[in-house]
């Protein structure tokens, strides 16, 4: 298994995964899943490369379909753990029995049918060929990965656009960082400009999650819609947000480059060097 996933990490530097050999995931009984993936998403999911993190959330969405736990009651109803296999691998945990070898195979397919450039499949194997070691959850109450099983339990696919599960889980996962309020900034455009990175900072729209650009607007009223919709070409313009050339409306994420800078102006309100926001 970890010459598959030494391969695997391989494949997914290239400009397209897994042509001549598919990447491969690994589930077992009790639905552990080993990835290819880097480890420390758990802690620093911005470090991720877009492909990557997508392959993750597929993983994801696959370890829900089986497991059937239905909805999320509640942010503490939120159950995926994440571990480290040797050599620095992902592995993710989720409560669960006996697996179907057949359904494996067919759940990974399909939560994974949108990932651009990326062929991958998912085996099933015997319980105890993974050794997790110690399992944690995701740090952060809106962790990409605890986002992706909220989505997965609501009914969406964690890979695919879930803008219309944006508000459910927003509400279901709690605060994210409740001593920073934006809404209290003084200036309009600072105050668009902070809310609207923090929403897609809770939601975890870094890289491989992307939004419509027309939803940056989403919550704001009356004239504030129009300043919210400049306010988000201004932040294209500054390289906060960068946009996705391949769907066919407009997309938008967090640009993982300027993480640093996207933060300081949530908390503080700070702009970057030389950026300009519009003025009402």
């Not at 470090?47 to 969405?61: C, F, H, N, Q, Y």
């Not at 992706?148 to 279901?172: F, I, S, T």
């Not at 294209?236 to 480059?257: D, F, I």
Request: a negative charge.
């Amino acid at each position: 298994m970890s010459d598959a996933l030494k391969k695997g990490r391989n494949e997914l530097h290239k400009p397209r995964s897994g042509v001549e050999h598919p990447v491969e995931i690994a589930i077992t009984d009790g639905l552990l899943a080993a990835t290819p993936a880097t480890a420390t998403l758990r802690a620093d999911p911005e470090s991720v490369p877009e492909r990557e993190w997508l392959l993750v959330a597929a993983v994801v969405g696959t370890l829900v379909e089986l497991a059937e736990p239905g909805p999320p009651r509640g942010p503490e109803d939120i159950r995926i753990l994440a571990g480290e296999l040797p050599g620095g691998f992902l592995v993710l945990s989720y409560p669960g029995a006996e697996l179907d070898p057949e359904l494996v195979g067919l759940a990974f397919e399909e939560q994974a049918a949108d990932i651009n450039r990326l062929k991958a499949r998912a085996l099933a194997l015997p319980r105890g060929v993974i050794e997790p070691g110690t399992l944690k959850p995701p740090i952060g109450a809106r962790h990409p990965l605890r986002i992706a099983e909220a989505v997965a339990r609501l009914g969406g696919h964690p890979v695919g656009n879930h803008d219309d599960l944006e508000d459910a889980v927003l509400a279901l996962l709690g605060p994210g960082n409740s001593g920073t309020r934006p809404h209290e900034d003084p200036d309009p455009a600072t105050r668009a400009a902070r809310r609207i990175l923090q929403r897609l900072d809770g939601m975890g729209k870094w890289g491989g999650y992307h939004t419509e650009f027309a939803h940056l607007a989403r919550g704001f009223a009356g004239n504030d819609r129009a300043l919210a919709q400049e306010v988000g070409e201004a932040l294209l313009e500054a390289g906060l947000l960068a946009e996705k050339p391949s769907v066919g409306q407009r997309h938008v994420y967090l640009n993982p480059k300027r993480a640093a800078e996207i933060h300081k102006l949530i908390d503080t309100g700070t702009l970057p060097a030389g950026m300009r926001l519009p003025s009402k």
